[in-house]
């Protein structure tokens, strides 16, 4: 009978809770959470910051972790790993900085970009975050205080369509990390006429460079369908924006080359020291730029002018030690490192995998147009970087050696990913610290 | 014996003993039937006389024991009805033939505890490590099957919300596809959304079977990770069952179900049901933003879901004849069932949607063919036939972007969809056939050959008028699955071990459309391509029954999950294909002990299992720039435990408790990065121990005569779990599952011999905050009431 008492008293507490709980109140509460007393000014502290893409466990997708280092040995010595450390994020993301924030934005499982800074301790927390429509795909940090994002969407499958829909530029202020507007613009679009010398597109942007009050902007011209097929492909494409007014000022094309940069990469177009720009084009078949006849090479807009330099042009495919570029990104003296696909002939997007040997690392000498090959980098695979860290002159990158994943699985405990330190001027690259997992999606310094 | 003569000359033997056994012994025939002449099925008849000597009734109540001759007593028994005891005389001079009548046992019938040897409960004792849950008490309750088969040991059951929503269906670290499920032995995996065990009532079925990781042949799939087969009522007695149940967020559900039997032998049968909700339950920490988008650092609670109502209904009619000379059973039927799903926001539930839903209906015809007692009533054969046709539709028309306030702006590029990128009425059809033969055959007393062949065939085909554009499955991919299974079972020391060996040989055969990129001639991009896969699993499955009271049993068996069409074809969109696609692979393994105690009124049982899972080739997607692909990615392997502890005192009061830990590993990971702490790392967002407890007590005769009154009491926890790493990620930042402890209450009563059942539920009643997936919350507190009206002759 002692159990059957039991019962009932659990039954009469748990009528009683009934009672008492249905009773409170269903009316919206707000927690507003409470703003952080300022504390007095202490030394600023720098630390390096990785976007960390971790190695996949079971059937899950690999998982992205922004993780804090306390100095640059870490990056150069040992290992690094997120193992009980490091913040993880989710889904799929992109890593950009603009001077001492970090942001990093999800791809289609999270609509939101979260800005990284560090506090008065110097440790690293979240300062603001924002959500977006669909996907931003592309971004710049186009001074020291603003990073600049674009949407843009791939198909163009409504029927009814009558025009091509704009694009959607954030404007992000990257000390408060919160979106200070949203500006729309075409960019350069077309419904064309249905014909194949007259199609349809839609502008796809590869890299954004502010100059004196104009926005370059390099894209490609993709065919609406959804599956990322180029038209138009045999010319280099830019766009001059008034800046900030985002008011088209003109667009300017050159024959020479196929369209600037790559789907992903945001170093299509960069502005060196002297305020000149140069542009990358990559005529690769595997890197998705589909159809290509031109060769891969290197335009420059010169610092005052808004036209391509006709007296100018890098051809990167001709060039000892040349081929085509996967990838550039600007260290600094006019040089630039680059990746240069090893075997076009994988297909389209075949070189976008987390591992295989698909690419050699090169110095770029933009002025004196030579290409030197890397010494100590062996052939890799990197297939979305953030802008390349520089320190000391010297770039700091995350390769994974390793061969192709088989489709059944093999080859993937093969692979080893490094950060490799490379010096442009002597083409050497030392082996850094060991990465345990897939790869560095980004390295940022900032300070607090 | 040699095993050599087991195993190859076993038929022969068996055979010859069988006959030896035949020359030497006398038969007594008879019928098992209720009060109101009704044969009754599986009875069990024992002679108690004669060790282990016993038999059960046919479908038509009919039996046939053999003995030397001599006086016996025989002691029939049947779930629900009082014990029969007959003595009976046995010569030579005469055929013994009784008809033996059992009187239905009021107590015992509304006691689901309480029981002799239901179907259930040898079921249970087979050599399978297999659970079965009879809804008889269940009917009567608010649930689905769903909720009643997350209480089994082993299992859980991932729920994205309410009433409807998506779920995740986990067995021994096993989950999602590897997981099939049957109804009536034939497979559900084609049939539609509406048709799957988030929709089906308690009260529409009879009991349901849970085969862990080792699966018995007459459930033909490839099934890597064990099977759920949910049993329709086998009854032949006509009845009508009506209920009507009405709860929390405008919740209703209603079911007919009924059955008769002409003295002809003819036959009608319905089973339908209807549910809806509009699921509005509220949830918490909504954040607010700005017109921008950026986060103002508030956050609400109680915020009510607002796009998220379900309804589904779904009618079956079979019809046909019974105990036909040339049938033991035929019977034609048609399906037909339909839902619609308003989705309410995608993975992260931050991000409402207001428009977007989900509908389905689905079209079946089937015949079913049953005859036993052919060939010297040793042949027993079952045929199943059916056709059939599903249709599905994403409705997502809408750019707007909504907030959970109410209000929503329209997106600057109108073609954005709410859930794709792009707006949507993407639809596809699916026309589905199935064959499913099973053959029994008796070699002797002690030894029967099985055989089972099921066919699946499914041709799927996408249109989306909404756009211009190339849409998934535009040219249809067609997957032909064909599974074929044999088994031997076996009964030896006096039925003390039943053994069952069997092999199954899968064969799958696709075809779809390839999309070569390279070519830009739309003639000369698409080539119809072909992909044959041919796997052999086998098993066994063993026990041995030390007495009534203890039993153990072990299994084994070497299973395959076949891929799906578009994991192999892809769907003709960013979804490429990979012909060379391995099936997933597993070797599973079962060690399971029964005990079971009755000391004065106690009653005890104990159950619990040891397993294994060492699976390989786990298909996952991956992604490749833009596009991408599904792979063998992971080597992983399941270990754990779980068992279950039952208590029944004087037959009224009733507790039950059990729990289940497992240990998920990737065998394969770490090995690229050289470091060891990563190698064989746990698989995170997989719940890791988790259980259920319920007590609940039964007051008989209290107003009335057969009336019944209960109460129980029920609780559910699942320990925290982490999302994405058990040893990544500073800890404090790791994202998490919490921990899930839940409470349902349950008040009863049923009278005039359960023709009159009233029951009321209150679900979550402590109004936990429970998250089944990361950040999407449950619902909270909610009450519902059933009525139940079952008249049966």
Request: aromatic content about 12%; some cysteine.
């Amino acid at each position: 009978m002692k159990i059957i008492n039991t019962i009932k008293y659990l039954l009469f507490c748990s009528i009683i809770t009934i009672g008492t709980i249905s009773c409170s109140s269903d009316d919206n509460e707000a927690i507003t959470p409470s703003k952080p007393k300022p504390e007095p000014e202490s030394k600023s502290i720098s630390k390096y910051v990785v976007g960390f893409q971790a190695t996949p466990v079971g059937q899950a997708a690999a998982v992205d972790y922004i993780l804090e280092l306390p100095s640059l040995e870490s990056l150069t010595t040992g290992e690094i790993s997120v193992k009980g450390q490091g913040i993880p994020l989710k889904g799929w993301r992109f890593f950009h900085s603009v001077k001492n924030t970090v942001f990093t934005a999800g791809y289609s499982k999270d609509d939101k970009c979260i800005a990284y800074q560090l506090d008065e301790k110097g440790k690293l927390k979240e300062k603001a975050n924002f959500s977006f429509a669909s996907t931003l795909d592309n971004y710049a940090a186009i001074d020291d205080k603003t990073l600049l994002a674009v949407e843009l969407s791939a198909a163009l499958a409504d029927p009814k369509a009558t025009s091509v829909p704009d694009r959607s530029f954030y404007v992000v202020d990257a000390e408060t990390g919160a979106v200070k507007k949203i500006e729309t613009h075409p960019i350069d679009s077309s419904m064309g006429d249905g014909t194949k010398t007259n199609p349809a597109y839609i502008p796809w942007v590869t890299g954004m460079v502010l100059r004196d009050g104009k926005l370059f902007i390099s894209y490609h011209k993709l065919f609406p369908d959804g599956k990322y097929v180029p038209v138009g492909v045999n010319k280099a494409y830019v766009a001059v924006l008034k800046y900030p007014e985002f008011k088209l000022e003109k667009l300017i094309e050159d024959d020479r080359t196929s369209s600037i940069g790559i789907n992903g990469h945001s170093t299509g177009i960069e502005k060196t020291e002297n305020g000149d720009i140069y542009s990358f084009s990559s005529s690769s078949n595997t890197a998705a730029v589909t159809g290509a006849t031109k060769p891969s090479g290197i335009l420059r807009i010169k610092n005052g002018s808004s036209e391509f330099d006709k007296d100018y042009f890098f051809d990167v495919e001709k060039a000892a030690n040349g081929g085509k570029l996967f990838w550039m990104d600007y260290v600094g003296n006019g040089k630039a490192v680059g990746r240069i696909v090893l075997d076009d002939t994988l297909g389209a997007w075949g070189v976008f995998k987390e591992q295989g040997s698909f690419f050699k690392l090169v110095i770029l000498d933009l002025v004196n147009k030579t290409i030197t090959d890397v010494q100590g980098v062996p052939a890799h695979a990197n297939r979305y970087t953030s802008p390349m860290f520089v320190e000391g002159g010297k770039a700091y990158l995350s390769s994974r050696v390793g061969e192709a994943i088989g489709k059944n699985g093999e080859n993937a405990d093969t692979g080893e990913t490094h950060v490799y330190i490379v010096d442009p001027e002597t083409a050497k690259a030392t082996k850094g610290a060991k990465v345990q997992g897939l790869a560095l999606k980004g390295i940022f310094k900032i300070t607090n | 014996m040699s095993v050599y003569i087991f195993r190859k000359n076993s038929f022969l033997f068996f055979l010859f003993i069988g006959m030896l056994v035949c020359n030497a012994q006398y038969s007594i025939t008879g019928v098992v039937l209720d009060q109101n002449s009704n044969p009754i099925t599986e009875a069990s008849i024992q002679v108690l006389e004669l060790k282990n000597k016993g038999t059960v009734s046919d479908f038509d109540g009919k039996f046939k024991i053999e003995t030397p001759s001599g006086v016996y007593t025989l002691k029939t028994s049947f779930i629900g009805f009082k014990d029969h005891i007959k003595k009976i005389e046995v010569d030579d001079s005469k055929t013994t033939f009784i008809t033996i009548v059992l009187q239905e046992d009021i107590k015992q019938l509304s006691d689901v505890i309480v029981k002799g040897k239901s179907k259930a409960q040898k079921t249970r004792e087979k050599a399978f490590e297999v659970e079965v849950i009879e809804t008889k008490e269940l009917k009567n309750v608010s649930a689905d099957i769903n909720a009643i088969l997350t209480t089994i040991p082993g299992v859980n059951i991932r729920q994205k919300g309410g009433l409807g929503s998506d779920f995740e269906f986990s067995m021994n670290g096993l989950s999602g596809k590897q997981i099939k499920f049957f109804m009536d032995g034939i497979p559900l995996e084609n049939f539609g959304s509406s048709l799957s065990l988030n929709n089906f009532p308690a009260t529409l079925i009879d009991r349901v079977e849970v085969f862990k990781g080792v699966v018995p042949i007459y459930l033909g799939a490839d099934a890597l990770g064990g099977a759920v087969n949910i049993i329709t009522n086998q009854r032949r007695n006509d009845f009508l069952d009506i209920s009507y149940d009405v709860g929390s967020f405008n919740t209703h559900r209603a079911t007919v179900n009924g059955q008769y039997y002409s003295k002809k032998g003819f036959t009608v049968q319905l089973s339908s049901f209807y549910n809806y909700s509009d699921n509005d339950y509220e949830i918490d920490d909504i954040e607010v933003r700005d017109a921008l988008g950026n986060d103002t650092g508030v956050r609400l609670n109680n915020v009510r879901r607002f796009h998220d109502a379900y309804n589904s209904q779904m009618i079956t009619v079979k019809a046909g004849v019974v105990d036909q000379s040339f049938a033991d059973r035929l019977l034609v039927g048609i399906t037909t069932s339909a839902n619609k799903n308003e989705i309410q926001h995608p993975i992260d539930p931050q991000n409402p949607f207001g428009e977007v839903f989900t509908k389905n209906d689905v079209i079946n015809a089937s015949i079913i063919f049953e005859k036993a007692n052919m060939l010297k009533e040793r042949l027993k054969v079952k045929l199943y036939a059916s056709i059939g046709q599903n249709n599905d539709k994403v409705v997502d028309t809408s750019a707007r972007k909504y907030d959970w306030f109410g209000g929503f702006e329209e997106r600057v590029d109108q073609s954005l969809g709410e859930f794709e990128f792009n707006k949507s009425l993407f639809e596809f059809k699916d026309d589905t056939h199935i064959i499913n033969a099973f053959v029994n055959y008796k070699l002797s007393d002690y030894s029967t050959l099985n055989f089972n062949y099921t066919k699946n065939y499914i041709k799927r085909t996408g249109k989306d008028p909404a756009k211009k554009i190339r849409v998934a499955f535009q040219d249809p991919h067609i997957l032909d699955k064909n599974i074929l299974g044999l088994s031997y079972d076996m009964s030896l020391l006096d039925t003390k071990w039943n053994t069952t060996l069997f092999v199954k040989g899968f064969y799958l055969n696709s075809e779809a459309i390839i999309e070569d990129e390279f070519v830009n001639e739309e003639t000369e991009r698409f080539t119809k391509t072909n992909n044959t896969l041919e796997e052999l699993g086998y098993g066994f499955a063993s026990t041995y029954k030390f007495s009534d009271y203890f039993q153990i049993k072990g299994s084994f068996e070497r299973t395959f999950r076949i891929p799906e069409g578009y994991e192999v074809f892809g769907d003709g969109l960013l979804l490429k294909s990979n012909p060379e696609l391995s099936p997933e692979k597993s070797y599973n393994a079962n060690l399971g002990f029964l005990l079971k105690a009755t000391i004065h009124k106690f009653k005890l049982s104990f159950d619990s299992n040891i397993f294994l899972r060492e699976s390989e080739n786990f298909i996952a997607i991956k992604s490749q720039g833009i596009f991408s692909r599904f792979f063998n990615t992971a080597d992983a392997r399941s270990t754990g435990a779980e068992g279950e502890i039952k208590a029944i005192y004087n037959d009224a009061l009733f507790v039950s408790l059990n729990a289940t830990y497992q240990n998920i590993i990737d065998r394969g990971v770490g090995k690229s990065t050289g470091s060891n702490s990563l190698q064989n790392q746990r698989i995170a967002n997989i719940p890791y121990l988790f259980g259920n407890a319920s007590i609940g007590y039964n007051l008989k005769d209290l107003f009335s005569i057969e009336d019944q009154l209960s109460i129980s009491w029920s609780s559910y926890y699942v320990h925290e779990y982490p999302l994405d790493s058990y040893v990544e990620g500073n800890p404090e930042d790791r994202f998490k599952i919490l921990e899930q402890f839940s409470h349902n209450a349950q008040l009863g009563y049923s009278f005039k011999k359960g023709t009159y059942n009233i029951s009321l539920q209150a679900r979550n009643i402590l109004d936990a905050k429970v998250y089944d997936n990361f950040d999407i919350q449950q619902p909270g507190r909610a009450f519902y009431v059933k009525l139940r009206y079952y008249l049966t002759n």
